[in-house]
C-alpha cells in the first residue's frame, strides 16, 4: 500500500484553518524588490537634511522608527531615491559579520530612503502581506544567507538570487494575519521588558556611582542617620585573600560528571550571575580535598585574562587560580561585590599592557578601597541586592520570551 503523502502544514496551527501551504519562490509572491544607493559624500547639501536614510547596519529584526543619517532632497534626487513607505518589509543584502549581516531585517515604521545594502521587498498583498513575510525571513534569514549567497569579501544578495528563495506560504491571508498578530504582540513584550532591564541596569550604574564613594571622594547620597567619613583600606585589610587552584585534570578521579555527588569548581566562565549555586564542572571527594575552598558569601574576583568578572558563591565552593576570594570579616559582602563593580576600571588598570592580563595576589591584597562602617555597608549591600535580583528577574522573563519566540518561527511556519 502507497504511504499517503505527508501534508504540507506547520506543527503548530490555529482552529479553524487546514489547507495544505503551498511552496513558492520570492519571486513569484512579490511584485519588485529594490535597493537604494549613497548619495555623494563630498557634497555637502546631499547631508544633513530631513529625509531618513536606512543602512544595514540599522535593521533590527524590529520596527525602524529613525535612522542614523538624513539627507536632502538634493540628495534623494541624486541617486533618484525612492520613498520607500512605511510598513515595507526590509532585509540587509551585504555583510559577513552584525551588524550589517545578510539575514537582519525589519518593518519600516517610517517613511525612508535606503542605501546599497538594503532592499525593500513589495509583496503581492493578493498572495502575502508584508508582516508574514518579516516573520517568515525572520526564521530562516540566516541559514539563507549562508547557503544562497555567493562571493568571498563581501558576500551578498541580489535580486536574482533574492527571487529564487523557496518559501512555504499559506494562501488563506486570515491565518497570515493571524500568526503576523502573535508575533508581533510577542516582539511587542519583549521590547518592553528588555526596555525594563536596561532601566534597571541604567539605575544600578547611577545609583554606583552616587551612593558609593571612590578613592577620595565622598559618596553623593547616603542612607538616613550616617554621617560618618569612610576610610580607605586595602582589600587584605577587609577579609582573607585566597587563590583559587585547579586539581590535576590528568587523574580522571577528581572529577564527576554527577551533580548530585559532585562539588561545585568554579572558573570565570561560571561568573554569568552575581550569586552563584553552580558550575559548569564538578570535583569529585577526592579533588574536593585537593582544591582550595571557600565558605558560602565570599567575593569572588577574577584577576587572570577577563579581570573584574565578579559574583558570590551562595554555597560552599572551590575556585580556579584566575579568581581571587576574599573571605570578609566583618564586612558586608554584598556591598564589597557593589564595590568591586563600580571600580572595575581601576582595578582593571592594575593588570598592565600584557599579552594576558594578570593581577597577583600581592597587588590584588594591597588594592585601597573607601569603606564605610558595617552599618552602612549592610543598607547599601541590601539596596544593590535588591537591584540585582530584580535584573536577574527581568533577564530570566526576557529569556523566557525570547523563547517563546523561538518556538512560534519553528512551529508557526514550515
Not at 113 to 122: D, F, H, L
Request: aromatic share 8%; proline share 3%; net charge positive.
Amino acid at each position: 500500500m502507497d504511504k499517503k503523502p505527508k501534508r504540507m502544514v506547520p506543527e503548530v496551527r490555529f482552529k479553524g484553518f487546514t489547507d495544505d501551504w503551498e511552496q513558492h519562490k520570492l519571486g513569484e509572491i512579490t511584485i519588485d524588490m529594490y535597493n537604494g544607493q549613497t548619495p555623494s559624500r563630498n557634497n555637502s547639501e546631499f547631508w544633513k537634511g530631513n529625509i531618513p536614510w536606512l543602512t544595514s547596519g540599522e535593521l533590527n529584526h524590529d520596527i525602524i522608527t529613525d535612522t542614523v543619517e538624513k539627507i536632502t532632497k538634493l540628495g534623494q534626487k541624486d541617486k533618484h531615491l525612492r520613498l520607500i513607505k512605511k510598513g515595507t518589509f526590509v532585509i540587509a543584502i551585504t555583510g559577513l559579520e552584525a551588524p550589517g549581516t545578510r539575514g537582519n531585517c525589519a518593518l519600516l515604521g517610517i517613511d525612508t530612503t535606503i542605501n546599497q545594502s538594503v532592499m525593500a521587498i513589495y509583496p503581492d498583498h493578493k498572495k502575502v502581506t508584508s508582516d508574514f513575510l518579516f516573520d517568515w525571513y525572520e526564521k530562516v534569514g540566516t541559514e539563507y544567507g549562508i547557503t544562497y549567497t555567493q562571493g568571498t569579501k563581501q558576500q551578498s544578495y541580489n535580486v536574482n538570487l533574492l527571487s529564487i528563495l523557496p518559501i512555504m506560504i499559506t494562501h488563506n491571508l486570515k491565518e497570515q494575519y493571524k500568526i503576523s498578530q502573535l508575533l508581533k504582540i510577542t516582539n511587542r513584550l519583549i521590547s518592553l521588558q528588555q526596555r525594563k532591564l536596561e532601566q534597571l541596569k541604567q539605575l544600578k550604574k547611577a545609583m554606583l556611582r552616587q551612593l558609593l564613594a571612590s578613592k577620595e571622594l565622598s559618596p553623593s547620597i547616603r542612607f538616613k542617620n550616617f554621617t560618618e567619613a569612610w576610610e580607605q583600606r586595602k582589600l587584605g585589610d577587609i577579609g582573607n585573600v585566597i587563590t583559587g587552584n585547579t586539581p590535576s585534570t590528568k587523574d580522571k578521579s577528581n572529577w564527576t560528571t554527577d551533580k548530585n555527588k559532585g562539588h561545585i569548581w568554579i572558573t570565570p566562565t561560571d561568573i554569568n550571575r552575581k550569586v552563584l549555586f553552580d558550575s559548569e564542572r564538578y570535583l569529585s571527594d577526592k579533588g574536593w580535598l585537593k582544591a582550595r575552598k571557600i565558605p558560602k558569601n565570599s567575593v569572588l574576583i577574577t584577576s587572570i585574562a577577563s579581570i573584574g568578572k565578579n559574583a558570590i558563591n551562595g554555597i560552599d565552593a572551590a575556585f580556579n587560580q584566575q579568581i581571587n576570594a576574599l573571605i570578609l570579616q566583618n564586612n558586608n559582602y554584598y556591598f564589597v561585590l557593589s564595590l568591586m563593580d563600580k571600580e572595575k576600571k581601576r582595578f582593571e588598570a592594575l593588570a598592565g599592557q600584557t599579552a594576558t592580563p594578570i593581577i597577583n595576589k600581592s597587588t590584588f591584597s594591597s588594592f585601597q578601597l573607601q569603606i564605610p562602617s558595617e552599618n552602612e555597608q549592610n543598607k547599601i549591600g541590601n539596596f544593590f541586592k535588591k537591584i540585582d535580583n530584580l535584573i536577574t528577574l527581568h533577564q530570566r522573563e526576557t529569556n523566557i520570551l525570547s523563547n517563546l519566540k523561538k518556538f512560534f518561527l519553528q512551529n508557526l511556519f514550515i
